[in-house]
């Protein structure tokens, strides 16, 4: 008896260690899981709910045509270049002597991001489509701009920018500046749509709008959200 519990005692300790650290890794694997999961459930729960949501969209903008899978980029796809979005609706290069300006959304502590016209990399700025509506113009001009998962926010950091947008509210507030003048549009819509929806390059001219666009929920590419902002006041 005395041997089996000298026994016991020295195998007890191991065991017992490599369970709390098999415990460990998996509340650590779990609390991560929870960590990167949280802002895609949260989405769907508290913020979709509010947004319109457009399950089957129809645009005036490909009416003659139905979006097939070759008018949207695929799974693989390089999202950080806006061209490859719609292959079949590529911007369009406009002769312009202003090829970029700011942007700015202080609901979302984001201040003279540089915004460039017909850009092709996402990393480096968001980018206005190429043949849509410049601010102050009427119409409506379709902004881009890359999202990831929420904690990595940084408004400074163009793959990150548009993460907290669903954030935004009807009535906030955008600020465009460009060719030295500032222009203030207020949200008016915030729409959750399917990646063939191609409405954000429709151009409304009865007023001057633009649309922001990004992909939603937060790190994934599965939705998009767009934003779309009226034209209130210019300085």
Not at 74 to 101: C, E, H
Not at 102 to 130: E, M, Q, W
Request: proline letters at 7%.
């Amino acid at each position: 008896m005395a041997l089996y519990r000298y026994v016991k005692y020295k195998k007890s300790p191991p065991m017992k260690r490599s369970i709390l650290i098999s415990l460990f890794f998996i509340g650590l694997g779990a609390g991560i899981l929870s960590w990167v999961s949280w802002p895609i459930f949260s989405f769907h729960v508290f913020a979709a709910p509010l947004l319109t949501q457009v399950i089957s969209p129809v645009s005036s903008f490909h009416a003659s045509s139905n979006v097939t899978s070759s008018d949207v980029q695929t799974i693989g796809s390089d999202y950080t270049n806006p061209n490859i979005w719609f292959p079949n609706k590529p911007q369009k290069k406009v002769s312009t002597s202003i090829t970029a300006y700011t942007f700015s959304i202080p609901k979302l502590s984001i201040y003279n991001a540089l915004v460039l016209v017909g850009g092709d990399d996402l990393n480096r700025s968001l980018i206005h489509y190429g043949g849509t509506a410049v601010p102050g113009e009427k119409g409506n001009g379709a902004i881009f701009g890359h999202s990831v998962l929420p904690q990595f926010f940084n408004p400074k950091n163009y793959r990150t920018i548009f993460s907290t947008l669903p954030n935004i509210e009807v009535g906030d507030d955008i600020f465009l500046k460009y060719d030295q003048v500032t222009y203030k549009y207020r949200v008016e819509k915030l729409t959750v749509t399917s990646p063939e929806d191609l409405t954000m390059l429709n151009q409304d001219n009865d007023d001057a709008y633009i649309t922001l666009v990004t992909c939603v929920p937060p790190g994934t590419y599965w939705q998009r959200l767009h934003v779309k902002a009226r034209l209130i006041r210019l300085d």
